[in-house]
Each structure stands twice: as C-alpha cells, then as structure tokens.
C-alpha cells in the first residue's frame, strides 16, 4: 500500500463518477508542509534529499539564493534565442540542466524511476502545471502567472527559469496510486484549458517529473487552496494509432536513424519511442530496445499505452540528423495528371487582379530614388487591409516585409502609412530585419518556418513576401553571375512553392536602364512578373510604374503615382523626420511620363556613328549636339560603348574598315 500524507483521504481513494462542485470540495491547509524529493544532479537515479514546499517556495523568491545568478544567465541566453535549438537556445538548455530540482509531486524513496507506479512514494497533492512559452502565443507570461495565481486551486505561480513560460502548483487529492494521478492530472489540465484557454505540459502526467527551480521575486504564493475536483473516466481500450500517413521510411529506415542516436534523457527517449510506435505500431520495440536495453524487463511494454499523440517519425528524423544520419536516397520519381483531372484551383489566382499571383514571383526595380520601394510597399499595404489599389481588387492576406535597406526608413514609412491611415493598426503587416541570405543554402527554410508562424499569429495565409532588396539578400553573391542568381532564384522557388506565398523582389535597374534590370538573365526568366518603376523628369511629380513582362495575365496600362511627403516625427535637434506616401495620379499622366521616359533612352550607338568621319572628338561630338540635342555625358557613353566600331586615322576619327563591309547595329545602316 502507498504511504500517503497524514490528511489524505483515509482509503486513498479519488473521488469518482460525476465531478464534484467547487462547494463539496476542500481547503488544504497543510501543502505548504508537504515533503518533497530534491534532485541537484540530474544524472542522479535516486535524490539527494527532501525539503518541504514552503521552503522551495522561498528559494524561488530569494534574491540571493545560489541558482539565481544562472537563472539570469538562462534568461539572458533565452531572450537571444530566435529559434529553438539555435546556439543561444542550446546554451540556455545546457545550463538549466545544471538547476536543482524537485519532484513536485511527492518525496522518493530509492529509485526516481517507476516510484509512484512502485508504492515508493509519498503524494504531495500537488501537481505542476507546465506551459510552455510556444504555448502562451503572444500572451503575456506575467500576466499570466498574476491571473492564475488568483485560482482558488492554485498554491503559487511564477515565471519558469527561461522567463519566457509559467509554471503552477496546483492542489488536488492525494493520490494512492500512478493511475489517480493521471485523472487528477487529466482534470486539472481540462479545468485550466477550460477556463483560461492554457494547454498544460503532457510530460508532469509523469509523478515523477522533475521541476527545475525558478526565481520569480514577485512568485504568487498562497497559505492555502482548494483542491480541483477529479473526474475518473471510464477506462477505454487504447487502440494503436495507424502508420502516419505521410510516412515513406520503413522499419529499416527507422533502425538505421536509431543507430546512430546515443541513449538520450528520458523526455527525449520518450519523445523518440513515440515517433516510432505512432508511425510503425509495436513493429518498432525491437528496433528500440536493441538499441536501448531495458533497465527493468517489461519497460517498453508498459510505456508503449503511454505514448504521446503529438510525436511522429519526424521527431525520430530530427534527433538522427542532430547526429549525422542522412535520409537514404530513393529513386527519383515524378507526377503527372491527367488534362481532365485538372480543376479551376490548379490555377494561380491572382490576389491582386491582373497583376499579382499566388505561389508566383515578381520584379519590382528601378533606379535609385525612383520610388520602387515606396510603390511596392504601398501595394503591400492594400493586401494587408485588402482595399482596392490603383483600381484593381485585391484579397487580403497577410504580408512579410523582409527589409534589409534599412531599418529607420522602413519604419518611417510604416509611419507614414498609419497617419494617412492606409496602413491601420491591427492590419497583418509584419516585418523582419533580419540578415536574410537567398546565397545561404538553410534561409529558405528559414524564411519558410518565418512565413508559417507570421500565418499563425495572423490567422491567415502570408500572401505577399517582399524581399528588398536583391542586392542586399546576395550579401558576398555577384548578380552578373549565373551561378550566384541561379541560386538566388532557386531559393524564391523554394519558398513560393512550400508556402503558396507570392515572393516579390525589390530590385535595381542597371546602368543602361533601356536594358531592364540589372544582374543576371536567369532572374528575368525565373519570374512571372516584372515590372519597371521611373522617375521620367526629376522635377516632375508623376512616377510610373510599367509591367513589362506577365507570364499568365493579360499586361495592363502602366500605372501613375506621385509621392507625398508625411512629417513622421522629430529629432533630438528638432528637426521634422519626413517620408512619404504613394497617390494615385490620373493614367493619363502615366503615358505621358512614359513617353518622357522613352525620350531618354532614343540616344543610339548607330546615330553618333553614322555622323563619321569627323576631324576631331570635339567636331564629333559638336556634330552630336547639333543634329541630336544629345548631352555631353550621353555622348560619352555612346562613343565608349561602341568603342570597337571606330578608330582614329591621322587627324579623323573613322570607322574602322570591318565595319564598312558589312551591315552594323540593327541593320538599318549599310555602308
């Protein structure tokens, strides 16, 4: 028979059938004075000692108890951390093992292992309650731990030692057996789903689950609580869950992974036996245990009803890759459809009529100080709210603005939006500042996990990515290159492709901007849209913005913006800190400064050539001026680009004999 405390219930029994009204249930007093088990090496299989909860409590809170400089430091590392198992993240790991810990729900004799399942343990009625930071979203984990802390079950609450999650000593019976403990777990972690939307920990269903110690100066302790009411449920036969569906590795795959992993903690190992039973049933116990012998026979047969739901063979993947399995290569196969199977959803639809796709890429460029980023923003702000833009209907999604050109004018311009109220607060608009590297092989997927949870904080699909710009996501690329763009292009598709997201590119013009965007060819082939945005006359108000290339949609009229200054605010010199925001202007406007646009790139090669032979590059160039109105600098472009066509003879600049012989540029002049 299990010991239990001196005022648990005399047949050690939990109350069943029907859950018991907060009214019938009762006040503990005596929590506080419970003994529980302290662990300070985690390796150890037996504790050190015992303290009581009252005590444990007091540690949490004392500013100068030994552990609190390493809880500064986990917490200092964790803050750091941008994703889980990241150096920070493993560091932060790392060092919380080296915490003292208790087992919250009752004092140990011998063996942590199997204890309450043993009758080696004295039930504290009391259970953690465990969640996660993954778990509290964006809700505040103070504010959190202040309204639990109000429960009339709940004997204290405070911050774990990530400071990032929360953790509760909940009162419920004393327990007599392992089996009772699980009900009184599965009713807590119901009441707290219930009545404050938290998802408990599934790992303290374990009696002998060790909590690390915390420091929380502004810990909520109580002198007493109510125990929560436990609901024992009819017994249901746990059937095995099928193969996971999506699983192509077979019990030869699986042994291979098992191998190269060394024997891991107990959460891991748990972790890792669940992936395997939840994809290939009780087929992979002799995998395991060959690996892992059992300490005591009949181990994993008692830990395979106790699986966790939440693992697959993924989870098995990622420990064997952390320690250098590789996924055995498979003969390359590919798919195919049928024409008549084909549906209206096989086509990209476009989330911004006639111009933008899902699942699609485009090129916004321009030169400097054209306006491109402003217009491509402008345009990312109207997916956000899903207002109509430049007359054309637009379905809202979320937006992931990926600006590494500078964080001040991107913030600026966010700014600026809010005040005229085209960007309204609460709209799906997230950036990120990031170093993004298209030329890094493990961004992608980065990016990708990036894309997949901005979708989840806005309950909605990301449908516009914008990267700006190319140059800046090259960092140590050359965009001449085909090698470095081809990567770049791969790693858009990678990303459009698993997320359904359409991934925009801010980009430059080059130097000759008659010849499009610069860098590589490979970029222009790759894409589905580009379109080019310029500033025709520098005094003039009116930008236009022309599609010069869509894949699958009719090409539309070019578009006319102009620019507004918006005061955003001031600097510690009081001066007002300005940007801007895009106004549509009329389409006609938009031809207009089209044609302006076109009047400065009519200077040919062929013009100044076919003005030979001349005495002297200053008659040359004379000649130029006068039968072109052509600028000095443009002359001097054309003269160098062509620079193979002429040569000097004497005191004349002629062409040169080759050319005389055969027809040149375009065709149109024979000589």
Not at 361 to 389: C, M, P, Q
Not at 633 to 662: H, M, Y
Request: glycine residues 8%; negative net charge; proline residues 5%.
């Amino acid at each position: 028979m299990i010991a239990t405390n001196e005022k648990a219930r005399g047949n050690g029994q939990v109350t069943t059938g029907q859950e018991t009204g907060h009214g019938q249930s009762s006040f503990s007093n005596d929590r506080l004075q419970t003994k529980i088990s302290v662990v300070l090496d985690q390796q150890n299989t037996e504790p050190d000692g015992e303290i009581t909860v009252a005590d444990f409590l007091l540690k949490i809170t004392n500013p100068n108890a030994k552990h609190v400089a390493t809880i500064r430091e986990i917490r200092r590392l964790s803050a750091l951390s941008t994703e889980k198992k990241d150096k920070h993240d493993l560091a932060a790991s790392k060092l919380k093992d080296t915490l003292p810990s208790v087992t919250l729900s009752g004092a140990i004799t011998g063996k942590r292992k199997q204890a309450m399942q043993e009758g080696r343990m004295v039930h504290s009625g009391l259970i953690q309650l465990d969640i996660d930071a993954k778990d509290l979203g964006d809700r505040d984990p103070v504010a959190i731990r202040d309204e639990i802390g109000k429960d009339e079950h709940v004997l204290a609450a405070f911050l774990s030692p990530s400071g990032k999650g929360v953790k509760a000593l909940v009162c419920v019976p004393p327990c007599a057996t392992d089996e009772q403990h699980k009900e009184a777990w599965h009713s807590m972690s119901e009441y707290f789903a219930t009545h404050y939307g938290l998802a408990a920990d599934a790992s303290t269903k374990d009696a002998g689950r060790m909590f690390y110690l915390s420091h929380d100066p502004h810990c909520v302790r109580k002198v007493s609580a109510r125990e929560i009411p436990i609901v024992t449920k009819p017994k249901e036969k746990k059937s095995e869950p099928p193969p996971h569906a999506k699983s192509d590795y077979t019990l030869a795959d699986l042994a291979s992974m098992i191998a190269v992993i060394p024997r891991p903690n107990y959460a891991d190992w748990l972790a890792i036996c669940s992936g395997a039973w939840n994809t290939f049933g009780e087929a992979a116990t002799p995998i395991l245990a060959a690996r892992w012998p059992e300490d005591e026979a009949g181990e994993y047969e008692r830990k395979f009803p106790q699986r966790t739901g939440e693992h697959t063979i993924a989870t098995v993947i990622h420990h064997a890759k952390a320690n250098g399995w590789e996924p055995p290569k498979k003969p390359l196969a590919f798919t195919f459809t049928h024409a008549d199977d084909l549906t209206d959803e096989d086509g990209a639809f476009d989330f911004v009529e006639d111009l933008m796709q899902d699942g699609c890429a485009s090129v916004i460029y321009g030169a400097s100080n054209s306006g491109k980023t402003f217009f491509a923003i402008d345009l990312a702000a109207h997916v956000a709210t899903g207002r109509e833009w430049q007359g054309k209907e637009v379905e809202q999604g979320a937006v992931l603005y990926i600006a590494l050109e500078g964080r001040s004018g991107a913030k600026n311009r966010i700014k600026a939006m809010r005040q005229r109220g085209i960007l309204p607060e609460g709209a799906p608009f997230y950036l990120c500042f990031s170093p993004v590297n298209l030329l890094d092989p493990t961004h992608p997927e980065a990016i990708k996990r990036m894309i997949e949870s901005v979708s989840a904080q806005a309950e909605m699909p990301v449908r516009l990515v914008i990267i700006d710009t190319m140059a800046r996501a090259m960092a140590g690329g050359d965009e001449n290159s085909g090698e470095d763009m081809g990567e770049a292009v791969k790693s858009i598709d990678i990303v459009k492709e698993a997320t359904g997201a359409h991934v925009c590119v801010i980009h430059h013009s080059g130097k000759d901007q008659a010849r499009g965007a610069r860098g590589h060819s490979c970029l222009r082939a790759a894409i589905d849209t580009e379109i080019e945005v310029t500033h025709p006359e520098p005094g003039s108000k009116y930008r236009t913005a022309t599609v010069c290339k869509q894949r699958d949609l009719v090409t539309i009229a070019p578009l006319c913006f102009s620019l507004e200054p918006v005061t955003v605010g001031t600097n510690r010199r009081g001066k007002e800190i300005t940007s801007c925001v895009v106004k549509a202007e009329d389409g006609i406007m938009a031809e207009v400064s089209k044609k302006k646009a076109g009047a400065k790139k009519k200077f040919t090669t062929e013009m100044i050539l076919k003005l030979l032979p001349q005495p002297s590059m200053e008659a040359w160039l004379q000649a130029a001026v006068a039968a072109y109105d052509m600028s000095k600098d443009t002359f001097g472009d054309r003269k160098r680009e062509c620079a193979s066509q002429w040569q000097k003879e004497g005191n004349q600049i002629v062409l040169k004999p080759l050319i005389k012989q055969e027809k040149w540029g375009n065709g149109e002049i024979d000589f």
